[in-house]
């Protein structure tokens, strides 16, 4: 392991959180990370009430949030940690047992930046927390959409507050969200609009912006819950 850092340098670390309710699970990860040079494990909880009090607390930069605990659950506890305002505050990292676990759609939902499951390997645990760090997500819109399709019954119908929101957006932003939603990268969605891919940057950047949100998965997971994206279709 020991991977060169990407997300930060030593002399400040990515200060991580750990929660969950298996205390022999926080001490594998805790022992992973700190040996990275570039993270440091600044604390513990063992269920939702205690890991949003400690984010609070500690004001971590990645909390790795384990979804089914006893007194708050993951999904709550996000919702809390990251706040009403998407794109802001500390980042939320999700673990699960279950790479399609309705659980998830609502952690995603609630504002993490993506999920792993509890058995990923330890340099891929390690790039993740740095990738979250940095601001971006570790699970492709494709997989986000995948969930999302198969959970579909479960989100909200679109609200008057979220076409709103979608009424910020121009047409040309709308349709890149529109294929930013189908798990299309940059150069894809260039190719598709014949435009540079400089130029689909700044629109992803504005999409975001403008809704409030923090990364590509959450665009993704609004595109359904304003009815810009309905399940099966394109």
Partial sequence: MNSTPQAST????????LVDDQPLLRTGFRMIL????DIAVVGEAGDGEKAVAEARI??????????RMPRMDGVEATRLITGSVRAGGMKVLVLTTFDLDEYIVEALRAGASGFLL???PPDDLVDAIRIVARGDAVVAPTVTRRLLDRFATDLPSATRESA??????TDR?????RLMSRGM?????AAELFVSETTVKTHVGNVLAKLGLRDRVQAVVFAYESGLIRPGTN
């Fill in 164 to 169: 709103q929101e979608l009424q910020r957006l």
């Fill in 10 to 17: 030593a002399a400040c670390p990515v200060r991580v959180l």
């Fill in 118 to 120: 509890k058995d990923v």
């Fill in 58 to 67: 500690l004001q971590p930069d990645v909390v790795l949030m384990d979804i």
């Fill in 185 to 189: 990268s940059n150069a894809e969605i």
């Fill in 173 to 177: 932003e709308r349709e890149v969200l």
């Fill in 34 to 37: 700190e040996s990275e040079p």
